[in-house]
């Protein structure tokens, strides 16, 4: 992990157009940077896309970085807007898991872009409730879980005010949990084809006893 | 501030929250009341939301993203070449025309004025010949006269001290900046 001294030194390289130093907060950088985009688009290869744009738009406005302002906060910012306005333009579309190949839900395979801890099930029911968010309430959702912002730098990110924060939090969170509860509900019900199941097994056994 | 992926405190607030939704679970009147969203669901989110970490970019990505970076730089390069190339070419047809329309203009109110500008012209035109004349009568004198050579090293060595001063002041700040980090 790099220090803050070297992080501001790089800052300052980069802004003078050093692209060595540059690099060195790409590498820094790309995890969260990735991980936003990917949350956001819901698909890896709009991520990447987005995410090396996120990168190219840095290096282009690296001049009007405020020093003062945290160097994360800034790209994430960048990162925010851009996948906000890709997905309002209709480019981040959301792939549904069932469109896909197992061995291409993943990123180029090996190794696992999610924790090894984080399951399929577990990761395919995230996307589903992000997806199911506004562009701005799933976006709140990411920075405060993924990125661990406080209310106030997601406010600077998203260029918004504290009390807007925390009420599309307030409504993401419900709205999440309202659709766990639906789907609890719908796991509890008996599904057609077993009730189905159930009334022949039943016919077959009162028939044998009969 | 280097990146931190999430930390204690939202874990830490997503244990507070299931402490607390039991509690009010528990409770019967409150287990009672009919919510849009349970207790039980909102724990469930904490704990979902708590548990998932950032996700790896695909391997070799910042390699793939500094290529686009220096890409992007190249082109925004030729674009501002293009653009000067382009201001210059309107420029000089704007001068062109412009000249050309003072001229007819001038031509047309009065002949002399034009030939005027004609000879000034030409004796413009004929200074660089002087000068270079000039340098060469002076190149083919300095070999005979040893002050004039050595006043010629004087200023080749004048013009390299300049220089080398100059390369070492623009190189400093960096210098002592990463003494300082030293």
């Known amino acids: 992990m790099a220090s803050v001294d070297d992080e501001r030194l790089w800052v300052l390289r980069a802004q003078q157009g050093d692209q060595e130093a540059f690099a060195n907060l790409v590498e820094a950088y790309q995890r969260p940077v990735y991980s936003l985009a990917y949350r956001m688009l819901g698909n890896p290869s709009d991520a990447e896309d987005a995410a090396q744009e996120v990168f190219v738009r840095a290096f282009t406005h690296m001049e009007s970085y405020d020093a003062t302002r945290k160097f994360s906060s800034w790209i994430l910012s960048i990162a925010s807007h851009y996948c906000i306005d890709r997905l309002r333009r209709g480019h981040g579309r959301q792939v549904s898991l069932d469109d896909m190949e197992p061995d291409r839900w993943l990123p180029d395979t090996a190794p696992a872009p999610e924790s090894e801890a984080m399951d399929r099930d577990r990761e395919e029911q995230i996307r589903r409730l992000l997806a199911l968010l506004p562009e701005q309430h799933r976006l709140v959702i990411i920075l405060r879980y993924w990125h661990d912002l406080s209310y106030e730098e997601i406010a600077q990110v998203t260029s918004t005010t504290e009390s807007a924060v925390k009420s599309r939090l307030h409504r993401a969170r419900e709205a999440m949990a309202e659709a766990l509860a639906a789907d609890r509900e719908a796991a509890a019900l008996p599904r057609a084809e077993d009730q189905v199941l159930a009334e022949r097994n039943r016919s077959h056994a009162l028939y044998r006893a009969i | ?182």
């Open chain 2, 1 to 182: 501030m280097p990146y931190i992926g999430p930390s204690e405190t939202v874990q830490e607030s997503a244990r507070r929250t299931r402490r607390l939704y039991g509690r009010s679970t528990s409770v019967r009147p409150v287990s009672a009341e009919s919510l849009g969203v349970t207790a039980e669901s909102a724990a469930e989110l904490d704990t979902l939301l708590a548990s998932v970490t950032l996700v790896d970019p695909p391997p070799s990505f910042a390699i793939r993203a500094m290529a686009r970076v220096e890409q992007s730089r190249r082109r925004m390069r030729a674009l501002r070449i293009i653009r000067i190339g382009l201001a210059l070419v309107v420029l000089a047809a704007g001068l062109a025309a412009g000249t050309g329309m003072l001229v007819t203009a001038l031509r047309s109110a009065d002949p002399q004025i034009v030939n005027g500008l004609a000879r000034i012209l030409s004796q413009l035109a004929a200074i660089p010949g002087a000068v270079l004349l000039a340098i060469r009568v002076i190149v083919r004198t300095l070999p005979g006269h040893p002050t004039a050579l050595l006043a010629a090293w004087a200023a080749v060595a004048i013009l390299v001290g300049g220089l080398w001063i100059k390369a070492l002041a623009a190189a400093q700040p960096d210098g002592l900046r990463i003494r300082q980090r030293a």
